[in-house]
């Protein structure tokens, strides 16, 4: 197990990484809170409960109490959130309770949401099951849901206590969803860290086949790029904004087709084959780290096709939650190992390299 320290100037946690944590997870939480609270919550969906939630609840001597959230992002809203602050209500939880977030990144977002404003906040410690939860959405304390109009575009940032990283419960992980959360090791290494973009372009197949010394490496280093950079940037107010590489156009994708057809790290995956290509354009990549990078995205494909209409991305871009005034805001990669964040993308140039992706994409 390796542990990574996250040191904002609002909380101060450790993330901790390996296999078998499920087994001691009780024990392991009453370090971190202290004495477990009379009552403990636990935000899953029914999918991950039955295959995880006797291994989750056996170090419990009373276990927590369940609430249900449906997969998929179409769950994500306030309808939902309404609904389990109820049951927790129901359920005598006050602000003494605490709340387990023990899913993929969804059951995470809207687990802290849940946490940051029952009883104007209780604290909470992220369980994640999904390879892109693990090393991407449980760390750094972003919480919340999406309206109709967008993704995430309603939340608070409130920090776990903890996140305990289990890489065994990866081996029930559906392959698709195994690549989709890889994506966000990708990115983590085109924008942050070199050494993890060429053991990713060296060890795929390993990495896809589970190995579990090569998905420790990659995970770990994932999150501690992410710890890095969130504790210097709590709120997105510069440096953290480099980890939306791929996002903008990702999440147009996702609203564009009603987040039916892509899981998140899929269209993150064609979100940053546009960026890569306006950052070859405009000659922050060269023409070679274009195609070295490109390759490595599609190394860890295939990603499902797109049949879209390049106005109807480009229009939902312009609800992405970086935006301030009007002005689309873009993470382009800087080499490989850097990137940032400008705010003068075109139209011209975001149409080229929205049809330059669809090209790509096209079934």
């Known amino acids: 197990m390796q542990t990574i320290r996250v040191d904002t100037p609002t ?90 977030a023990f899913g993929g990144g969804i059951v995470g977002d809207v687990g802290g949401f849940l946490a940051a404003i029952f009883m104007r906040g209780i604290p909470y410690v992220q369980v994640p099951t999904t390879f892109l939860a693990q090393v991407d959405s449980s760390v750094g304390g972003k919480t919340g849901v999406n309206l109709h109009e967008g993704k995430n575009l309603v939340g608070s940032f409130h920090q776990p206590r903890a996140v305990f990283a289990d890489i065994a419960v990866l081996g029930t992980l559906p392959v698709r969803e195994l690549k989709a959360g890889l994506m966000e090791s990708v990115k983590a290494g085109i ?55 791929g996002h903008t156009v990702g999440h147009a994708i996702e609203q564009a087709t009603a987040y039916k057809v892509l899981l998140h790290g899929e269209a993150v995956a064609w979100g940053m084959i546009a960026a890569l290509y306006i950052a070859r354009t405009r000659g922050t990549i060269t023409a070679a780290q274009h195609q070295r990078l490109e390759r490595l995205i599609h190394l860890y494909g295939p990603f499902p096709a797109l049949k879209l209409r390049p106005a109807k991305v480009i229009a939902a871009t312009g609800a992405d939650k970086k935006n301030i005034g009007g002005v689309r805001r873009f993470v382009l990669p800087v080499g490989i190992g850097d990137a940032g964040v400008v705010e003068d993308v075109s139209p011209a140039e975001l149409e080229a390299a929205v049809r330059y992706m669809l090209e790509q994409a096209k079934p």
């Open 191 to 245: 924008i942050r860290d070199r050494s993890l973009v060429r053991y990713m372009e060296e060890n795929a197949s390993s990495i896809i086949g589970r190995d579990a010394r090569a998905l420790e490496k990659v995970i770990v280093a994932s999150i501690r790029m992410k710890a890095e950079v969130v504790s210097r940037d709590e709120r997105e107010s510069g440096l953290r904004m480099i980890l939306n590489l």
């Open 11 to 100: 909380a101060k946690y450790d993330v901790f990484a390996g296999s078998g944590l499920l087994q001691s997870l009780a024990p392991r939480i009453q370090r971190v809170v202290g004495r477990l609270p009379r009552r403990v919550f636990v935000l899953t969906s029914e999918p991950i409960w039955a295959l995880w939630g006797q291994v989750f609840s056996s170090s419990f001597a009373e276990p927590p109490i369940a609430l249900f959230l449906p997969p998929g992002e179409k769950h994500k809203t306030m309808a939902s959130v309404d609904r389990l602050l109820r049951e927790m209500l129901r359920a005598g939880g006050d602000r003494g309770s605490l709340m387990i």
